[in-house]
């Protein structure tokens, strides 16, 4: 590459962070950025972003105040072409860890991390890089270009079904951006080995403006649209009127009247399941949802969206 991309480590765990950004200084990284924290990681990436930087992601599963999922969708929604490294000591077949390689994490790395696996995915991206920095002057060199392209959608494609119990073709094309043909002809292929089977068709939300099911679902506060919200139980004082979280209830006195709560339906009630916005303190039992594509950046409602069919296939022997 003629320069080194911008690195963005978010890391809830000081230690790892130092060891992190110390090896990327040593493979000649110069701009590196940490973030402990969900927010502080979308708004930086942002900056970045802003500035016309196309940053390298190594994103810890769980950060203290989000999770890794919720990370990813924000930062692809603002970058659909993100290289995010995903970073964790959960299981690759955890369900979990599935769902944010589907959604497009660019790599998973196990913890404990192995700096030689990191040194191989940072140096696949410089290669790719360079790729494109360089493609102008590589002309006569384009017939190898695209078949070490196809070598990659096909790496690819095993990564993406050895993460899956199940996917469509339609999900498969949205995420490798190969044509049906080429998709569909190795498919053909692994089914006459006997790794995966085709299954009944499945229909699948699309989105509405460029017919992608690469989609992700965006969750937010319906009163200020933050999407910085939690999950809990509500007390309502039926004395005095306070509804509060239970952890505000100390020694069982209301934090509005000061009076002690005794009996359940007779002088409080407990809601269940509500959800509480932390930026304007709302409460409500069901929180609102977009759904974005991840392609194209639109958002729409799911009475909006298109549906598409595709075959579905289960994968046996990866």
Not at 88 to 94: L, N
Not at 133 to 150: D, F, H, V
Not at 227 to 244: A, R, V
Request: proline fraction near 3%; glycine fraction near 4%.
């Amino acid at each position: 590459m003629s320069s080194k991309e911008d690195v963005l480590i978010v890391e809830d765990s000081p230690a790892i962070g130092i060891l992190l950004k110390h090896y990327l200084e040593k493979l000649g990284y110069t701009q590196i950025h940490t973030c402990d924290t969900g927010s502080a990681a979308i708004s930086t990436f942002t900056d970045l972003v802003s500035q016309n930087k196309q940053p390298i992601v190594l994103l810890d599963f769980m950060l203290p105040d989000m999770d890794a999922r919720s990370i990813l969708t924000q930062m692809l929604e603002i970058q659909p072409n993100a290289r995010v490294i995903l970073e964790t000591a959960t299981e690759k077949d955890d369900e979990g860890i599935k769902e944010l390689i589907r959604l497009g994490v660019y790599q998973y790395i196990e913890k404990p991390i192995r700096f030689e696996n990191l040194k191989n995915i940072i140096e696949t991206i410089e290669q790719e890089q360079s790729f494109f920095e360089n493609e102008s002057k590589q002309i006569e060199n384009l017939k190898q270009a695209q078949n070490n392209a196809q070598e990659k959608m096909v790496d690819h494609l095993d990564f993406i079904l050895k993460s899956s119990n199940q996917i469509t073709l339609n999900k498969l094309i949205s995420i490798l951006g190969f044509s049906n043909d080429i998709v569909i002809a190795y498919l053909e292929k692994l089914q006459k080995d006997g790794k995966i089977i085709q299954m009944d068709s499945k229909k699948e939300i699309a989105c509405n403006q460029c017919d992608s099911v690469k989609t992700s679902q965006v969750f937010y506060c319906p009163n200020c649209k933050s999407s910085n919200f939690k999950l809990g139980k509500l007390i309502e004082h039926y004395d005095c009127g306070n509804i509060s979280e239970d952890i505000a209830y100390q020694d069982d006195m209301c934090p509005n009247c000061n009076k002690e709560i005794k009996a359940l339906g007779v002088d409080y009630r407990v809601m269940q399941n509500h959800y509480v916005c932390n930026n304007c303190q709302n409460f409500f039992p069901e929180i609102a949802t977009d759904y974005i594509c991840l392609k194209c950046e639109n958002k729409f409602k799911l009475d909006e969206a298109r549906w598409k069919t595709s075959p579905n296939y289960k994968v046996i022997n990866m």
